[in-house]
């Protein structure tokens, strides 16, 4: 009977404490857990997913909400005080900064159309602080200045800051007179032609070898991958730099009738000139500051008080991003290498 009892107790025992586990309960229950798993794990697959689609579809929201309102805010100008005076009467300064080129053409453009339209503007200040760039941008801002002159009558000084040669020089003979501070540098009156050569480097040193074929002998000429030969040199000197040239000398004859078209070539050597030698040979009628180009606009215009405005793109998310992402994406595309490898013919001073 003793022995008996022993047997039993030595008897493993059920979860019920009635009877051994069996092999099927255990595999019952892994596989529960299993299940269970694979259920969260679809669950926080689901969720993500609905996550990332939410997430999206506020970009698209918030992105739309701002095409929205920054549309027909592209061309708006805000207005901003440089020096209180008379609001009856206004004084707009027009920036011509940095490299010039089309850009710069368009926004000068849109400046003048919204001086155009205020009644109580009576001259105009061109603050140039430019070594030039482009001929095209150069002669089209050029343009622009002459037509408001010629259109509205009223008086315009171009004043020169830092430097102001070349393109710079270009669209500041279109005012009705010319300061320059005193450390001023100005001149390079003439044109640049830039041009690369890749053949050696790519037929020598990398093995590569350009196929180009034309309907013409001139069609191919300029390339980066032909050398430039002394017929094509003076090809472009004929066909682009002469006639580029003698634009520039006609833009200081019709700007600056002081001086006679002998001794503006004879100053066209593409050579600086600080202020003092500019007021010398002609190229400037003033040395000064800000505050005296603002005395010499109110003189010319029979005014005693006005105010000095700016224009200003007023900020917007839309301009913003559009700014951050040309500042920080390199976009290395068919745009980019047109430019580097078209010919540049252009009215800039290269020491900038």
Same mark, same amino acid.
């Given at each position: 009977?003793?022995?008996?009892?022993?047997?039993?107790?030595?008897?493993?025992?059920?979860?019920?404490?009635?009877?051994?586990?069996?092999?099927?309960?255990?595999?019952?229950?892994?596989?529960?857990?299993?299940?269970?798993?694979?259920?969260?794990?679809?669950?926080?697959?689901?969720?993500?997913?609905?996550?990332?689609?939410?997430?999206?579809?506020?970009?698209?929201?918030?992105?739309?909400?701002?095409?929205?309102?920054?549309?027909?805010?592209?061309?708006?100008?805000?207005?901003?005080?440089?020096?209180?005076?008379?609001?009856?009467?206004?004084?707009?300064?027009?920036?011509?900064?940095?490299?010039?080129?089309?850009?710069?053409?368009?926004?000068?453009?849109?400046?003048?159309?919204?001086?155009?339209?205020?009644?109580?503007?009576?001259?105009?200040?061109?603050?140039?602080?430019?070594?030039?760039?482009?001929?095209?941008?150069?002669?089209?801002?050029?343009?622009?200045?002459? !037509?408001?002159?010629?259109?509205?009558?009223?008086?315009?000084?171009?004043?020169?800051?830092?430097?102001?040669?070349?393109?710079?020089?270009?669209?500041?003979?279109?005012?009705? !007179?010319?300061?320059?501070?005193?450390?001023?540098?100005?001149?390079?009156?003439?044109?640049?032609?830039?041009?690369?050569?890749?053949?050696?480097?790519?037929?020598?040193?990398?093995?590569?070898?350009?196929?180009?074929?034309?309907?013409?002998?001139?069609?191919?000429?300029?390339?980066?991958?032909?050398?430039?030969?002394?017929?094509?040199?003076?090809?472009?000197?004929?066909?682009?730099?002469?006639?580029?040239?003698?634009?520039?000398?006609?833009?200081?004859?019709?700007?600056?009738?002081?001086?006679?078209?002998?001794?503006?070539?004879?100053?066209?050597?593409?050579?600086?000139?600080?202020?003092?030698?500019?007021?010398?040979?002609?190229?400037?009628?003033?040395?000064?500051?800000?505050?005296?180009?603002?005395?010499?606009?109110?003189?010319?215009?029979?005014?005693?008080?006005?105010?000095?405005?700016?224009?200003?793109?007023?900020?917007?998310?839309?301009?913003?991003?559009?700014?951050?992402? !040309?500042?920080?994406?390199?976009?290395?595309?068919?745009?980019?290498?047109?430019?580097?490898?078209?010919?540049?013919?252009?009215?800039?001073?290269?020491?900038?």
């Amino acid at each position: 009977m003793d022995f008996e009892q022993n047997s039993n107790l030595s008897e493993p025992m059920g979860a019920s404490g009635s009877g051994p586990i069996s092999g099927s309960a255990v595999s019952g229950t892994t596989s529960q857990q299993v299940k269970t798993g694979s259920g969260w794990k679809i669950f926080w697959g689901i969720t993500l997913a609905l996550s990332i689609m939410a997430n999206l579809a506020m970009i698209f929201v918030v992105i739309g909400v701002i095409t929205i309102f920054s549309t027909g805010q592209r061309d708006t100008l805000a207005e901003e005080i440089i020096q209180a005076g008379s609001r009856r009467n206004k004084i707009v300064i027009i920036k011509v900064e940095g490299i010039i080129d089309s850009l710069q053409a368009k926004s000068l453009r849109q400046q003048l159309k919204r001086a155009r339209k205020d009644r109580r503007v009576k001259g105009l200040i061109i603050s140039v602080n430019s070594p030039g760039g482009t001929i095209s941008g150069s002669d089209r801002i050029y343009n622009e200045i002459r !037509k408001y002159r010629d259109e509205e009558g009223k008086p315009i000084i171009a004043f020169m800051q830092g430097v102001a040669a070349s393109g710079g020089y270009y669209t500041s003979v279109a005012c009705d !007179k010319i300061i320059a501070e005193q450390t001023t540098l100005t001149g390079s009156i003439g044109v640049i032609f830039g041009h690369f050569v890749l053949q050696e480097l790519l037929e020598d040193k990398l093995g590569i070898k350009p196929v180009i074929i034309t309907s013409g002998p001139k069609k191919a000429w300029l390339s980066m991958f032909k050398p430039f030969e002394e017929e094509q040199r003076k090809y472009v000197e004929e066909r682009l730099i002469n006639p580029a040239f003698e634009r520039f000398v006609e833009v200081i004859a019709e700007g600056r009738p002081s001086l006679t078209l002998s001794e503006i070539k004879e100053l066209a050597d593409g050579g600086i000139y600080d202020a003092r030698e500019a007021l010398k040979q002609k190229l400037i009628d003033d040395v000064g500051y800000l505050d005296d180009a603002i005395k010499l606009v109110k003189s010319l215009a029979g005014i005693k008080d006005a105010q000095v405005v700016e224009y200003r793109k007023p900020f917007s998310l839309a301009g913003f991003l559009t700014l951050q992402s !040309k500042k920080n994406i390199l976009q290395f595309d068919r745009s980019m290498l047109y430019e580097l490898s078209t010919p540049q013919l252009l009215y800039l001073w290269t020491g900038y």
